[in-house]
């Protein structure tokens, strides 16, 4: 197996255990006679644990290489989903999170090596590949928990602790380091995402990059936490409608960061596809905020997901370019800690848009910041 094709397996199964283990957990809680709050409680821990561990491991990986890394990311993975399938208590469950949010956030790590293996032009094709996996895993995920639920509530809990265990055997015996010794960085790295972002922050050509990863995903961060209410204010759908449709971008997303994007990047750079994409996001959220009937949902949502595609694996192509090549792992959690914040501000400013002002108040908003990103992105181009 080529090294970029394990990396996206490796990605690939962890956002597959992701997937099939998230909608399954309040049924584990209930299993231990906890209730919505304790769900709550355990969602937030484990955001909070990624927020942690996604810089450290890629500092990590600087220091002692990217295998150590990503062996120790699928090992604890596959401990912890053993310890969802296999808890019968409140604190199982908290420590099988626990173990899960310290290990299970090997993106960082994945995208460094992905940096390691690649020449600049096949860079952000790798970034594709990554996101590819990304996107497969969290679409095939939900749907794969539901096939095994009817062998046991706590199937695909297994399942999934036999997917990331046998991936890290194949690793250890074939997947070979991508940083070697007298690449890797000598001085002792900042394990704080905090100190990573502020790493990026000195570089001077990294700050339109960082400007536009940060409103991309604001904008774009809304959209899942958000969309099943607007779809229900604004046309009445349900949640089999809404499951539907988020296949239907799912498999765009899929397809174009797998396929499209490694055409595309070739004829067109990184700089190119990013402006395309950020001005087409723009264009299509503003489309859902416009759009007077569900069906027009579906041009508009596909085109902002396949703008948005095209856009992520760009970007994260860019700063990967700018970065030192002792420094991608730090550098790419420092990127993380970005889309983490956005990941949290994003949703709650939707949130409080469509409280306040009105349903389709989230996506406008949502056009007016991308819009803003593809001002910057024109003009770090031009600079």
């Known amino acids: 197996m080529p090294p970029l094709t394990f990396i996206f397996f490796t990605v690939l199964i962890d956002m597959l255990g992701y997937g099939m283990i998230l909608p399954l957990l309040p049924f584990y809680v209930q299993e231990q006679q906890g209730g919505a709050a304790i769900v709550g409680g355990l969602s937030a821990f484990y955001a909070a644990l990624q927020l942690l561990s996604g810089p450290t491991l890629g500092a990590l990986s600087d220091r002692y290489g990217r295998k150590p890394v990503l062996l120790l990311c699928l090992l604890g993975t ?18 099988a999170t626990l173990l899960d949010g310290l290990t299970g956030n090997n993106l960082s790590t994945a995208y460094a090596y992905v940096a390691d293996i690649t020449t600049p032009q096949e860079r952000s094709r790798g970034m594709g590949i990554v996101g590819a996996g990304f996107g497969v895993g969290l679409m095939v ?30 690793g250890f015996f074939f997947l070979p380091e991508s940083l070697p010794p007298e690449r890797r960085t000598q001085h002792r790295a900042s394990y704080s995402g905090l100190g990573q972002l502020g790493q990026l922050l000195r570089l001077p050509a990294l700050r339109h990059d960082l400007l536009i990863i940060f409103l991309l995903n604001l904008a774009f961060s809304g959209l899942q936490t958000n969309f099943p209410l607007f779809s229900a204010a604004r046309f009445g759908w349900d949640a089999r409608a809404n499951g539907l449709f988020f296949g239907f971008l799912g498999v765009i997303g899929v397809l174009t960061q797998g396929v499209l994007y490694l055409r595309l990047q070739p004829r067109f750079g990184e700089k190119k596809l990013l402006s395309f994409g950020l001005l087409f996001l723009s264009l299509g959220l503003m489309g859902m905020s416009l759009a007077p009937q569900g069906w027009m949902l579906l041009p508009v949502v596909g085109m902002a997901v396949f703008a948005s595609s095209l856009a992520t694996p760009s970007i994260s192509g860019l700063v990967s370019l700018h970065a030192p090549q002792n420094a991608q792992g730090a550098l790419m959690g420092g990127q993380q800690i970005l889309f983490s914040l956005a990941a949290i501000f994003g949703p709650l400013l939707a949130g409080l848009s469509f409280e306040h002002l009105s349903p389709v108040a989230p996506y406008a908003l949502g056009s007016l910041l991308t819009l803003l990103a593809w001002g910057a992105a024109k003009r770090g181009s031009q600079g």
Do not use: C, D, E, R
């Open 78 to 95: 596959g401990v912890a989903y053993t310890l969802f399938g296999l808890a019968n208590s409140l604190p199982w469950l908290f420590l």
């Open 141 to 170: 995920g939900p749907a794969l928990g539901g096939v095994l639920t009817p062998y046991g509530l706590h199937a695909p809990a297994f399942a999934a602790a036999a997917l990331a265990l046998l991936n890290t055997l194949y």
